[in-house]
Nanobody, 117 residues
Framework: QVQLVESGGGLVQPGGSLRLSCAAAGSLFRLLVMGWYRQVPGQQRALVASITAEGATNYADSVKGRFTISRDNDKNMVYLQMNSLTPEDTAVYYC???????????WGQGTQVTVSL
């Protein structure tokens, strides 16, 4: 198992923006579909955005038009630009492969995003 380290979360007002980053170790990274997931207490972790090795993206309806996922295969990084944030976006955000494969990447600590006045 290799590590994923998420960063960039914080407290932001409704309508604000944040950019999340995920550093991924390992040589398989550039071959994998990567995604950003989020989890609210009491609910299952949900995929919100994914990106293929070639850069094709897909988004959950709830974030489409507001979030943008990107990656840098040379740096083993995945990013999530989040705009027009609402309180419903409050969650812990994680990156991982899509699907997540425990023998490749274990779940990181995540990064907390709180959208509130």
């Amino acid at each position: 198992q290799v590590q994923l380290v998420e960063s960039g979360g914080g407290l932001v007002q409704p309508g604000g923006s944040l950019r999340l980053s995920c550093a991924a170790a390992g040589s398989l990274f550039r071959l994998l579909v990567m995604g950003w997931y989020r989890q609210v207490p009491g609910q299952q972790r949900a995929l919100v955005a994914s990106i293929t090795a070639e850069g094709a993206t897909n988004y959950a309806d709830s974030v489409k038009g507001r979030f943008t996922i990107s990656r840098d295969n040379d740096k083993n990084m995945v990013y999530l630009q989040m705009n027009s944030l609402t309180p419903e976006d409050t969650a812990v955000y994680y990156c991982n492969g899509v699907p997540s494969i425990p023998t490749i990447y274990s779940w990181g600590q995540g990064t907390q995003v709180t959208v509130s006045l």
